[in-house]
């Protein structure tokens, strides 16, 4: 257990829909990650939240939006949903933003957009 | 910008034989190198990473990787492999005093088959 939580573990919704994707991360950590791996694309960093606030930013759709809230927990928003989207969203925590830190991993939230 | 090269997508092998996973990089920047391990319906989680001083690093469940500047290359290997081992494996690269985000290759599945 990395201590990382995410929720829901699996989410199933249509085309041009919307979803809030949870993270809580482990009890200390500042920064949270989001990634999305999928067949294709394999593992893409998407954002990431120091504290509060954006850090970086990969390739993110601009469907896609994302914010850390005060208690630290993130929330990844996807809309106006497509087939394509449809992957493993991780999030991971680290301490803070010091190079070589160690990210843990959550479990993840299964996507499947139909 | 970084992108890592993982050669083989399978590799599969005998329980108690030797394996090697390979891993190139490239990057215009010094990184920080790492293998992470993704069991299946899990997340990720780290395995070893390379941040500075000797090129050989180890794991405590008997993986090792040896950092090769001049080739650009961090292979994972590990003497003698057990059923337990069976997983993706994933070479990820993130740059030093830039982003903590980790760029990663496209995973290699080791299947380890009694």
Known sequence: DSGVTQTPKHLITATGQRVTLRCSPRSGDLSVY????????????????YNGEE????????????????DLHSELNLSSLELGDSALYFCASSGGFVGGETQYFGPGTRLLVL | ????TQLDSQVP???????????????????????YVQ???????????????STLVESINGFEAEFN???????????????????EYFCAV????????????????LTVNP
Do not use: M
Request: net charge positive.
């Open chain 1, 34 to 49: 989001w990634y999305q791996q999928s067949l294709d694309q394999g593992l893409q960093f998407l954002i990431q939240y």
């Open chain 2, 1 to 4: 910008a970084q992108s890592v």
């Open chain 2, 94 to 109: 993130s740059s030093q005093g830039g982003s903590e985000k980790l760029v990663f290759g496209k995973g290699t599945k």
């Open chain 2, 13 to 35: 092998v005998f329980e108690e034989a030797p394996v090697e996973l390979r891993c190139n990089y490239s990057s215009s920047v010094s990184v920080y190198l790492f293998w």
């Open chain 2, 69 to 87: 500047k001049s080739q650009t290359s961090f292979h994972l290997r590990k003497p003698s492999v057990h059923i337990s081992d069976t997983a």
């Open chain 2, 39 to 53: 069991y299946p319906n899990q997340g990720l989680q780290l395995l070893l990473k390379y941040l500075s001083g």
């Open chain 1, 55 to 70: 850090r970086a930013k990969g390739n993110i759709l601009e469907r896609f939006s994302a914010q850390q809230f005060p």
